[in-house]
């Protein structure tokens, strides 16, 4: 089983591998784009990659069945941004006339605001969910020229003025402020904040919303280092004549003015350029190399999330008003970078952040040798211990057997405590006796109503007679119970009609006034003769049954007999409150009450439980029955 999920999840990850290599429309050109994935970037891009990848492994493990297409839009520069309006209209023409998708996957801010720019009124009613997107966006320029200088207006896509179709997802909220109050903080002289951003549209789009947010600031300056005019090396220059008292906030820098990508070593050519200078991220550029730190969105791979959402949209009815998700901001420090320049985070005390590269603690490097070490001193301590209350108990045992005297006062001591036992015992009983005191005393009392005929006034005087037997004999067998453990009792066994005693056990309580509750038999059998201690039988049913009716309130409670090879099967089942699992295996025990507050001395079931080990019989609670309690004895089929 485990070799077939390693080759199916196998096939499946080439599929992908497959699908995104190649245009998805020539794979599935033929069938419904029942969920149609558009992609900012090509299929080699890593981030965007992972999250598809990750969104069809989820949603093939929810069950997804609905057909997924991809189509890439292979979006790289700014400058190339006037063409990202006709890529997404030219992947949308090829499915929304004839094979409309019943959802649209987003990934990348490209393919958010291209879809965004549609006036195509087919959308109207297509959900929508967006992934790797922020919520400050720009609206695409017309044309490249004017891409390189456009300074455009940072939009809220949460602020209602934005065309939003059913969509939901996960937004990126960069906050402006938040880093501004923390340079402050820890730079209280800092007159000039530097921008760094490059030639994406992430890029661009966060330099407007810097743009727009530093004007509430008038006693900072913006310097906008805008990567749409910059190479690495001319960047390089304008970091070395920044002028004092600037701190350097990094937006976005992997694309720039010639459309050249730069690995994570370009934060290091950029750091050499000035030393110095204190350098946050918005996101988390720069992060973990140059960048002290900032308070940036808990970036993660998404895709399974998305996938859960995509199964919950379809599941939904048309209507279904869906809420985009805003991924949490945190604080975040590089513990190193902190530490060279000694730069010192109590001002920040009562705020909420983490480092990373931090190194790890002593106890954390060795806490696994160390718990070792504990472990072994406890359990030598635990040794000594043991070892020293053997020694002493059998000191003491010797002394007790030199000391006759100490002997003898223990004994009379043991028989006093036996005494004081037998006592409590016999004093704890009154409960057992009432069901049949109750039965006398509530056909006692229709009896004294009058108006009935001689036949029922005799039926009422049987189920009396019955019942002041039954107490008698109960009172006799409560007495001679108390001697089980310490005496043979002898049982005397009889033949008996075990179906027409339960009837009639429960003809009696089913009479009585006292119990709100409906007592009823079942049973597969109309008669089986057997040989029973019908006395001890009686007082266990009995006492089982008063047990229900107590800790049942306006229920059922019902009596169950079968048979098997060797035993006699009795159940006494209720819809009452219930045992708790963890009291099932000591109701038995002597003076066990399960409520406090409930009449009884908690003997009776442990009563019944010395009396059937006494004729060779189990009894337990059913721990399978959840509709109240149910305890099952046995009896032996005696032969």
Not at 214 to 241: A, N
């Amino acid at each position: 089983m485990a070799k077939f999920s390693i080759n199916k999840q196998y096939l499946l990850s080439l599929a992908l591998v497959f699908l995104l290599v190649h245009p998805a429309s020539a794979v599935f050109a033929a069938a419904r784009p029942n969920i149609l994935i558009i992609n900012s970037y090509n299929a080699d891009a890593q981030g965007t990659s992972n999250n598809i990848s990750e969104f069809m492994d989820e949603y093939r493990r929810l069950g997804g069945t609905e057909n997924v297409v991809i189509e890439n839009m292979n979006c790289q520069s700014f400058q190339e941004s006037p063409k990202w309006k006709g890529r997404m209209q030219a992947i949308l023409d090829k499915y929304i006339h004839s094979l409309r998708p019943r959802l649209i996957v987003l990934v990348g801010q490209e393919a958010f605001i291209s879809y965004q720019s549609q006036e195509n009124p087919l959308l109207k009613d297509i959900p929508v969910i967006c992934g790797m997107v922020s919520r400050r966006i720009i609206d695409l320029p017309v044309d490249s020229a004017r891409a390189a200088n456009w300074q455009p207006r940072s939009i809220d896509v949460s602020d209602g003025n934005v065309r939003d179709p059913n969509r939901g997802g996960y937004l990126y909220n960069y906050d402006e402020d938040a880093n501004i109050s923390l340079i402050k903080k820890l730079y209280p002289q800092t007159k000039n904040i530097a921008f760094l951003s490059d030639n994406s549209y992430g890029g661009v789009a966060l330099q407007a919303f810097v743009r727009q947010e530093m004007t509430k600031y008038e006693d900072l300056r913006l310097i906008q280092l805008d990567g749409r005019h910059h190479t690495l090396y001319t960047i390089v220059d304008e970091l070395r004549s920044l002028p004092p008292h600037t701190v350097l906030l990094i937006g976005a820098w992997k694309i720039d003015a010639k459309g050249e990508f730069f690995m994570r070593n370009a934060s290091y050519v950029m750091m050499d350029a000035n030393p110095e200078l204190p350098v946050f991220t918005l996101s988390n550029a720069g992060f973990g190399s140059w960048a002290l730190g900032g308070v940036m969105p808990t970036y993660f791979i998404f895709g399974r999330s998305l996938a859960r959402e995509a199964v919950e949209v379809l599941e939904k009815p048309k209507n279904y008003d869906m809420k985009a998700n805003f991924v949490e901001n945190q604080m975040m420090f590089d513990y190193i970078r902190i530490n060279d320049r000694k730069l010192s985070l109590d001002v920040l005390k009562g705020s909420d952040y983490s480092y990373i590269n931090k190194p790890l603690t002593l106890y954390e490097q060795y806490k696994y040798p160390l718990w070792a070490f504990v472990t072994f001193l406890l359990l030598l301590v635990i040794g000594f211990i043991v070892s020293l209350w053997f020694f002493l108990r059998t000191k003491k045992l010797k002394d007790s057997l030199e000391v006759s005297e100490q002997e003898l006062r223990v004994a009379k001591e043991a028989a006093e405590e036996a005494s004081r036992l037998k006592s409590s015992f016999l004093a704890n009983i009154s409960h057992e006796i009432r069901t049949p005191l109750n039965a006398i005393v509530g056909f006692s009392e229709v009896l004294l109503g009058g108006g009935y005929t001689p036949e029922e006034q005799k039926q009422y005087m049987s189920i009396i007679q019955r019942n002041s037997d039954l107490l008698l004999k109960l009172i006799n067998d409560i007495i001679e119970v108390s001697t089980l453990e310490s005496e043979n009792v002898e049982f005397k066994y009889q033949e008996c009609d075990v179906v027409e005693f339960c009837n009639q056990l429960l003809l009696s309580l089913n009479f009585a006034d006292s119990s709100e509750n409906h007592f009823r038999f079942a049973s597969s059998l109309e008669s089986y003769v057997a040989k029973v201690e019908v006395q001890y039988l009686q007082q266990v049913i009995l006492n089982l049954l008063s047990n229900a009716d107590k800790f049942t309130k306006q229920g059922t409670i019902t009596l169950e007999v079968s048979v098997n090879e060797s035993f006699i099967d009795f159940a006494v089942a209720d819809t009452g409150c219930g045992i708790p699992q963890e009291k099932q295996q000591v109701v038995f025990e002597r003076f066990i009450k399960l409520n406090d507050f409930a009449q009884g001395t908690g003997l009776g079931l442990s009563i019944c439980k010395l009396i059937i080990q006494k004729w060779g019989g189990e009894i337990w609670v059913d721990p399978a029955y959840s509709k109240g309690a149910r305890f099952v004895f046995t009896h032996p089929i005696v032969k």
